[in-house]
């Protein structure tokens, strides 16, 4: 399997032992079920796509269908699936990558692309969720503070 670093998406529509290994060393592996139920959950809500940059159009419909995505915390990063038809796609994000906007609904930039979800009712039932990424990024962030209080 060749992946392209840069990218980061993989097609995940099937089960593959290769990307699951990328994925558990670029970002850690899954939370155990006990650990996801100490967490309050790690997974979001289904949410609908409002915009993504040129070079993650690929991934989206081509046609005036709804696009969805949902996102899973990881404890070094997060994953977004994103379905397309049939095909689900993975985009791995390591946290040290990972910069959220509050705009109209939320905004995910990393390795040059984004992600722009509605602001709708299934955005305002993620307010948790986003709530414990932002606070998952802030712990692994302050690992790697170097600068004395």
């Known amino acids: 399997m060749i ?47 409002n915009e993504v940059s040129p070079n993650l159009q690929a991934y989206l419909n081509r046609v005036s269908d709804i696009n969805y995505a949902n996102i899973e915390m990881r404890s070094g990063g997060i994953i977004i699936y994103i379905n397309k038809g049939l095909k689900n796609f993975s985009w791995i994000i390591p946290y040290y990558q990972l910069v959220l906007y509050k705009t109209n609904g939320a905004s995910i930039h990393a390795q040059g692309k984004f992600i722009n979800f509605e602001n709708n009712n299934m955005f305002k039932e993620n307010k948790a969720f986003f709530k414990r990424l932002l606070d998952a990024k802030v712990v692994y962030d302050q690992r790697f503070n170097f600068m004395d209080s």
């Open 3 to 49: 992946l392209n670093k840069p990218n980061l998406i993989l097609n995940s529509t099937y089960h593959d032992k290769e990307y699951k290994e990328v994925i558990s060393d670029l970002i850690g592996k899954p939370y155990s079920f006990f650990e996801a139920l100490k967490l309050k959950g790690i997974g979001s809500k289904r949410m609908i796509i």
